[in-house]
């Protein structure tokens, strides 16, 4: 019965590329912009106090928009488009060193 070698397992890594990144980066703008405008829309309608009603707009904003960002990230999770899978073969790394380490011996030195 013939030993099989032991090698090491193969690693699978899932990368995203660049253009979804900007697809992302586009969506959140669209999102954020439309949130600001309505909240700003409702906070300033007719009142002459801005300056309190902006400290409100600000505190609003940054609480609603940390909740829809994060809404916004696990709905882009599950889209699989953009998405890579990347093989790594770990052993091919091993075997590449234990060569060059080889002919790097073999070579006479030139002093």
């Known amino acids: 019965m013939a030993k099989k070698k032991n090698k ?4 699978v890594e899932v990368r995203e590329r660049p253009i979804k990144s900007i697809a992302k980066t586009i969506t959140w ?4 912009s439309a949130t600001t ?5 409702m906070i300033f309608h007719d009142d002459p106090q ?9 505190g609003a904003e940054a609480v609603i928009k940390m909740f829809l960002y994060f809404l916004h990230e696990r709905a882009w999770n599950v889209v699989r488009w953009g998405k890579m899978r990347v093989y790594v073969r770990h052993y091919n790394m091993i075997r590449r060193r ?3 380490k080889m002919l790097i011996s ?4 030139n002093d």
Request: aromatic share 4%; glycine share 4%.
């Open 98 to 100: 234990v060569v060059r």
């Open 37 to 41: 405008f309505t909240l700003t829309l």
């Open 8 to 11: 090491p397992t193969d690693s």
């Open 50 to 58: 801005a300056t309190e009603k902006a400290s409100g707009v600000a």
């Open 106 to 109: 073999l070579n006479p030195s």
């Open 29 to 32: 703008r669209v999102i954020a």
